[in-house]
């Protein structure tokens, strides 16, 4: 299992300040690289985003960077433009599951990332029905040493306490306007889309806030008290707190006392909207529903490591709601065709979903397993039925999931002759090097886009699948 995360760092005119800020960011990761959750595997990265820095900062961040050239990672923007914007580019470029930010007038502390990891890696946990903020408890262990209670399901963010060398800085003010101290998911900060591009919303860090907001109002965020990240921010520094108000039915809040232009104000409403449209597709409630029902599956009929892994599972959800396919082949046969038949009764009771398996003993399973969830059994065949009836219509979203790696690679192409020109197919174990080579090649025969879902659906055996499109 591979544990990745990566931690951004904008920075501008900062050059008595951004070595130490490194410094203590790989001090926080070497200690976590001690003793991993799990003794998993560590992807770290740190990547800088120099805005255009007129002072210093970029040679001395280089030469302290040379310390571990392997680790960071530098971009450059030509001309200056503000934080918010410095931090959606270094997203571009982070492949971290989890996202850290830290500014240059912030340092972690050594537990720092080992806390956030600790609170968000939990094994097997299902995901929350519930969003925004819940407290963890801490039980003070002995000095500076603490044990975290960690809830019975997952969290989708982390935000630890935050301490001032500037006696006069408000704690609160500091938490509501720094990124500092927050660790999230790669999922939830896509979904936020990053920090919006509208000036008004950048003065005095207000998109912070905003950002902050947003995310407790669709994921559920852990709050540790514990204070393991500094600021030397100064008071004056520090915007002061801001009331939120709506800005229309089911709108997200933005800040009050933020004077916006008309075309702005329609931009923030226009992305509240659309978060709200998107909040459908990511529903948790559902998701947990879903969890629930994969446990049972693979604890009752399949072992863990044969089954589609939740993460791929939680990803094709996800997939088909927003790609809204008309005949979706599912050559997964198992938990797979839940998954897509769920998408199918409760919100396109239209498409058509084709469930096959190369075993028909497995196939019976199937059916008795839908049946249980009162989920459609129709349209569930066998390969040699599918291959005999089905194989001459096409299909808009496919898995390819189906009996061992030999069978998989001898009828790869079959699979790809079925699929619409505007569809895609999610190819899944291609962590066997032997089945990845097959793949490869025949994507490439075909001139077909590959993309790798790694990130999205990389479980504790290492599996994950890669997605393929025409061009």
Partial sequence: ??????????????????????????????????????????????????????????EVATQFMQTNPQRFIVVNHQASQGLAIARNTGFKYAKGELIFFCDPNSFFSLPHIFACILCLQQPNQPPSEQVGAVPLDTKLVQENQYQIVVPPYALDAVQTGIQSSNASASVKSLQNHSLSNLCVKRECHEFLEGFLNLPPLHENGKEVSAYHHWLEQFFLVGKLAVKTVESIKSASQLPGMIELV???????????????????????????????????????????????????????????????????????FQAVQEAKPKRILDLGSGYSSLIFRTYQAKFAPETTVVSVDDDAEWLEKTKAFLQANDISTKHCITWETFSSAYADQSYDFILYDMGNMYIRAENLTKIVDVMEPTGCLIIDDVHFSFYAMVVFEVIGNYRLRLQSLKQETLDKYGRYAVKATYI
């Fill in 246 to 316: 709506q800005t229309g039915q089911n709108a997200v809040a933005v800040p009050q006392s933020v004077v916006i232009e008309s075309s702005n104000a329609q931009a923030i409403e226009a992305h509240s909207q659309r978060l709200f449209q998107k909040a459908t597709f990511f529903n948790k409630q559902e998701q947990a529903r879903l969890f629930k029902i994969y446990r049972t599956y693979v604890s009752t009929i399949s072992l863990e490591d044969h089954a589609v892994s939740w993460e791929a599972a939680r990803y094709l």
């Fill in 1 to 58: 299992m591979t544990l990745s995360f990566s931690v951004i760092v904008p920075v501008y005119n900062c050059q008595d300040s951004v070595v130490r800020t490194l410094q203590s960011i790989e001090q926080s990761i070497q200690y976590f690289c001690q003793n991993p959750p799990m003794g998993a595997e560590v992807m770290a990265e740190v990547i800088l985003v120099n805005d255009a820095s007129s002072d210093r900062t970029l």
